[in-house]
């Protein structure tokens, strides 16, 4: 009997995380995608991998004290923060405040910068793309 109940418990929950994505629109625009996948090949892939995925000891600090590229695919942290903060760190990179991400302000214009975050959003899981939304939303 606890057993059903546990598994009903866990498919409502289930359901519901289901619904709250489903009610997320999810309109990428494949001409935004392929100009942000292009541009994040050329400039980003280096260090946080060609599908995103970050490096494998992304959660330790390196010999240098810093830590290495995160992935960008919905399985670390890039996914906490509203467009604005996503677009400062990709413009002004964490070397200034004691990281190893470069500025990409003279690079990368704020067109080709939404291109990117376009690009490895698409990656993001449903629940993880709603949970990041609410975020950007405020609410
Ligand atoms: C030289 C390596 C390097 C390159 C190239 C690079 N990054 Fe990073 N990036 C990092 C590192 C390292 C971090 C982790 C922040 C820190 O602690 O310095 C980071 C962090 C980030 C974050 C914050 C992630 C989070 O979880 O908060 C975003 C977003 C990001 N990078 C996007 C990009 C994009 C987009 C490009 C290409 C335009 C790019 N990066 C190119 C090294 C790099």
């Known amino acids: 009997m606890r057993i059903i109940v546990r598994c009903i418990a866990l498919l409502t929950t289930f359901v519901a995380a289901q619904a709250a994505a489903a009610e997320v629109p999810r309109d990428f625009d494949f001409q935004q995608m392929q100009r942000g996948g292009a541009l994040f090949q050329q400039h980003c ?3 946080h991998g060609t599908n995103a995925e970050g490096a494998s000891n992304w959660q330790k600090t390196g ?73 950007e939303k405020g609410q």
């Open 45 to 47: 892939a280096v260090c």
């Open 63 to 135: 010999p240098d004290g810093k830590y290495p590229p995160p992935p960008l695919n919905g399985t670390a942290h890039a996914w906490h923060h509203p467009t604005s903060v996503l677009i400062d760190v990709i413009r002004n990179g964490t070397i200034r405040i004691g990281g190893n991400m470069p500025p990409w302000k003279d690079k990368l214009d704020e067109a080709q910068i939404r291109d990117i975050i376009a690009w490895f959003q698409a990656k993001w899981p449903d629940e993880i793309y709603a949970a990041w939304y609410r975020i």
